[in-house]
C-alpha cells in the first residue's frame, strides 16, 4: 500500500427499491426534464453561427503590398517562432523584371503551413518583420484528407483583386508599436487609413 488513500469496497446488497430500479429511472427522467427549461447550450450550426470575438485568430494571409507585390522575404522568422513547427518555406532569389511580383530582393518560391499542426497562436505574426503573415477571421475547413491541410501559397497569398482585411486583428497595442519609425517603411496602413479604421 503506498498511500493511506485506500478504502475497503463493501458489496452492498440492493434493496427492493433498488432492483426494481423505478426510483432510479424517476431520478434521471427528473434531470433530463429540467433541462427542457433551461438555456441551450449549443446552437443549430451551420444555419445560425455564433459571434466570433473581433480578435479571433483563423487561417492565416500572406498580404501583398499596395501595388500587389507579395511582402514575404522568406526571413524564416516566422518559421523559428512558431511552437508547432507548422512553417515551412523556400528562399529564392528576386530576378530582374519580378519587381512588380515580389517587394524584396529575397521572397518565398514555396511557404506551407500544416494546419494541423498550427495551434493559432498568432507567433509567426508577431515574429513578421516585414507585416507579411496576419491570422485572419477564417475558419480553417475541414476536410478528409491530411494532406489538403498543407496551405501553399495558392491558398495562402491574398489575390491582387480580393484583398483580405486584417485590420480587425490591429490592436491599440500592436497599432502603437507600429508608429516606431524603425518599421515605418513596412507598414501596411499609413496613418491616415489607420484613423479611418479605428
Ligand atoms: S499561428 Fe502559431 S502555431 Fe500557427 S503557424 Fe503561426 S506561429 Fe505556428
Ligand atoms: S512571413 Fe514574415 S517572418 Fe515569415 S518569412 Fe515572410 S517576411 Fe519572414
Redesign the pocket.
Known sequence: MLTNRSEVVVKKEMSLLERIYIPAILAGMRITLSHFFKRKATVNYPEVKRPFSPVYRGQHV?KRDEAGAE?????????VACPAEA?T?VASERKKGEENLYREEKY?SI?EINMLRCIFCGL?ED????E??FLTDRIVPSTFKRGEFIYGKDKLVEKVDKRVDISKRQTQTVLEFKQNKKFAHNRLYTDKQLKEKH
Open positions: 500572406l511582402r514575404c522575404t522568406a526571413c524564416g522568422l516566422c518559421a512553417i518555406m518565398a511557404y509567426c515574429a513578421c518583420p516585414k507579411a503573415i
